[in-house]
């Protein structure tokens, strides 16, 4: 590999400079082209199968698992939520219950009560409007003798007014027959 | 090369454009002296060492941190990770991801060799055929090696095309024995061929731009040759990845 | 003008490159007309889509490869 290698820059690069024909035919060049080459193919190598793909690699893992820790954390906290919701769900139909249980007692409670008011409240207004009646009645028949008296005594007195005499017998007779008629 | 000194000779002199587009691809030594030996250092030793240098800075400093949140480098090296990780299980399958560091290496110093390349003045490595030749015949022998070893004489059903009608099959043999040969020469001669085109033609418009009248329209045409050169860049590496992966496929799986 | 058949020749396998460029147009076209019909399916095939391009561009690289030889080499 080594036998001609050291032949001069010039076979392939004229006086001024410029390349004699394609400078990517030079054989002259070709040793230390590819002896470079693999030198920097096995660094590269060594460097990215040693230090670079396995951190590259445990780094995507890592995150990999990290995004399957949370999502599985995140589902965790899903179902408890459920759970809790379904707790709530529960108690809050325990106290609808409860509540509509309580209400229909009272108001059983409070109707007793009003009808037992009631019967006594007409009871009471039965009684007094007997009563009243009783005094309407004697309030009554003691108008109607104030009214007989009254009269009699009227009839008496513009009987005696007139220059006549009074007889009690006969006025009696006369108002009681007027008082019906 | 019988007729090089005579070719050289004329070309250089033309009166007022001179162009020189494959100047920039001559070896020189670093430190002076006139001899190129095997262990001299030269601007090749230079541009490989900052590739080496380019990778290592992106592919090892860059995920330093390790984080699980990746900064900007690290999200670059572990793009370029993935991606070829990717491209070797896709094509080669799970017994191909063994060879994923060596594949991962090729694409490396492909793309950072290019791409580094393309800085003003630098030299282009992956320009020169010894240098794409020994990558293609690399990969050419490791993979007939692997091919044989894996499968023993099986591998040559790789050249015996059993779908195709018994009468055709020889001619098809011969065909084949020929494109599985010419696989070095394409896979090198397209890289090294692709990069030196490139850059040959922005020299050349380089070369028009000495011409007043014409110069802002040849800095214009380096320009968008410049892009169509990353770009090519980048995908003269890939190529030549996903090539290395298709022939490495051909070893570990031969049948058609 | 100086110059001889050589640089005639490399002239002419210049014109190789006018094909591979066809060559190329040829895959670029039929892909994306394929993965406009399919869009889901072209991703998956970008890759065939590069190797066929490779294969193609290689030929013109030679062609180009001709045209150097005989301007510089021969």
Redesign the interface.
């Known amino acids: 590999m080594a036998t001609d290698t050291t032949a001069a820059v010039g076979s392939c690069v004229d006086a001024g400079g410029s390349a004699i024909g394609m400078p990517q035919l030079c054989f002259e060049w070709f040793p230390n082209q590819i002896f470079w080459l693999v030198v920097t193919l096995v660094v590269i190598f060594l460097v990215l199968s040693r230090v670079a793909l396995p951190r590259i690699g445990a780094i995507l893992a890592e995150r990999q698992g990290t995004i399957t820790n949370d999502i599985a954390a995140a589902e965790d906290l899903k179902a408890r939520a459920a759970e809790a919701e379904k707790a709530y769900d529960k108690a809050l139909a325990d106290a609808r219950a409860e509540a509509q249980r309580i209400a229909a007692e009272t108001r059983a409670e409070i109707q007793a009560g009003l009808d037992d008011a009631i019967a006594k409240a007409d009871a009471e207004i039965a009684a007094k409007s007997a009563e009243s009646e009783k005094a309407i009645a004697e309030i009554r028949a003691g108008a109607l003798e104030s009214i007989e008296a009254v009269a009699k005594d009227t009839t008496g007195d513009i009987v005696t007014a007139l220059g006549g005499k009074a007889d009690a017998d006969a006025v009696t007779a006369a108002v009681d027959s007027r008082m019906k008629g | 090369m019988a007729g090089q000194a005579e070719t050289a000779a004329d070309g250089a002199e033309k009166g007022g454009l001179v162009f020189h587009p494959m100047d920039q691809f001559i070896v020189k030594p670093l430190f002076g002296g006139d001899t190129i030996a095997w262990y001299t250092l030269t601007n090749v030793t230079l541009w490989l060492a900052l590739a080496v240098l380019a990778v290592v800075a992106l592919l090892v400093l860059g995920t330093s941190k390790r984080a699980i949140v990746p900064g900007r480098s690290q999200s670059i090296a572990e793009l370029a990770y993935g991606f070829i990780y990717k491209m070797v299980e896709d094509i080669c399958g799970k017994e191909g991801l063994k060879y994923f560091p060596y594949i991962m290496t090729l694409f490396m110093f492909i793309v950072s060799a290019n791409f580094l390349g393309l800085i003003p003045t630098a030299f282009t490595t992956t320009s020169h055929f010894a240098v794409t030749v020994v990558l293609a015949l690399a990969v050419f022998l490791t993979v007939t090696i692997l091919g044989f070893v894996k499968n023993g004489t099986a591998f040559l059903g790789l050249f015996w095309v059993s779908s195709a009608p018994l009468a055709l099959r020889p001619i098809l043999a011969v065909i084949e024995l020929i494109s599985y040969f010419v696989r070095p020469v394409s896979h090198s001669i397209r890289l090294a061929g692709n990069l030196m085109a490139g850059h040959a033609v922005i020299k050349v418009f380089a070369g028009f731009a000495a011409v007043a009248v014409i110069s802002p329209v040849s800095v214009l045409a380096i320009t968008a040759m410049f892009g169509l050169e990353v770009l090519v860049s980048f995908i003269q590496a890939y190529v030549f990845t996903i090539l290395t992966c298709v022939y490495l496929k051909d070893a570990l799986h031969p049948s058609h | 003008m ?1 110059g001889d058949l050589a640089h005639i020749g490399a002239g002419l396998a210049a014109i190789g490159s006018g094909a591979a460029a066809i060559g190329v147009g040829n895959v670029a076209g039929n892909f994306l007309s394929g993965a406009l019909r399919n869009p889901s399916a072209a991703a998956g095939q970008t ?1 065939t889509l ?2 066929g ?3 193609a ?2 030929l013109g ?2 062609a ?2 001709v045209s ?2 005989l301007m ?3």
């Open positions: 100086e890759a590069f190797i391009i490779a294969f561009e290689a690289i030679f180009f490869l150097l030889l510089f080499a021969v």
